[in-house]
C-alpha cells in the first residue's frame, strides 16, 4: 500500500508562489504515475498535472499551463507542484494521488491512492 503526504500548502497573497510537494511511502512509487488534483468549495476535484513514472512525460489542465509545473524525485519517493503567479482562484485543497499504472490519466476514478490534501488559499 501507498500513503501520501502533501506539504507545502499555505496562505499567499496574488502573484506569489508556492511550492507543494508530496511524499510517498511504498517500493512502487518510482514505477507510478502521479498527479495532482484540486478541489474548490461548492466544486468537484479537478484535475491540475500529471507526470508519468519516469518523469519524462507530464500533462496539464489547459487553464494551468505556463504556471504551474509538476515534477518527481524517483530517488526521494517525492512528487512536486511548482505554483507561479497564483491567482484567488487558485485557492483550494490540492490532492496528491497516484496509480499504480505508469502512464498518465487525467481522471478521480482513474486514480487508486490519494493523501488527504493540503489548503492552498490565495488572497487578491
Known amino acids: 500500500q501507498v500513503q501520501l503526504q502533501e506539504s507545502g500548502g499555505g496562505l499567499a497573497q496574488a502573484g506569489d508562489s508556492l511550492r507543494l510537494s508530496c511524499a510517498a511511502s511504498?517500493?512502487?512509487?518510482?514505477?507510478?504515475?502521479m498527479a495532482w488534483f484540486r478541489q474548490a468549495p461548492g466544486k468537484e476535484r479537478e484535475f491540475v498535472a500529471g507526470?508519468?513514472?519516469?518523469?519524462?512525460?507530464?500533462r496539464y489542465a489547459d487553464s494551468l499551463k505556463g504556471r504551474f509545473t509538476i515534477s518527481r524525485d524517483n530517488v526521494k519517493n517525492t512528487v512536486y507542484l511548482q505554483m507561479n503567479n497564483l491567482k484567488s482562484e487558485d485557492t483550494a485543497v490540492y490532492y496528491c494521488?497516484?496509480?499504480?499504472?505508469?502512464?498518465?490519466?487525467?481522471?478521480?476514478?482513474?486514480?487508486?491512492?490519494w493523501g488527504k490534501g493540503t489548503q492552498v488559499t490565495v488572497s487578491s
Open positions: 511504498g517500493r512502487t512509487f518510482s514505477s507510478n504515475a
Open positions: 507526470i508519468n513514472w519516469s518523469g519524462s512525460n507530464t
Open positions: 494521488a497516484g496509480r499504480w499504472i505508469g502512464t498518465i490519466v487525467t481522471t478521480t476514478d482513474g486514480m487508486n491512492f
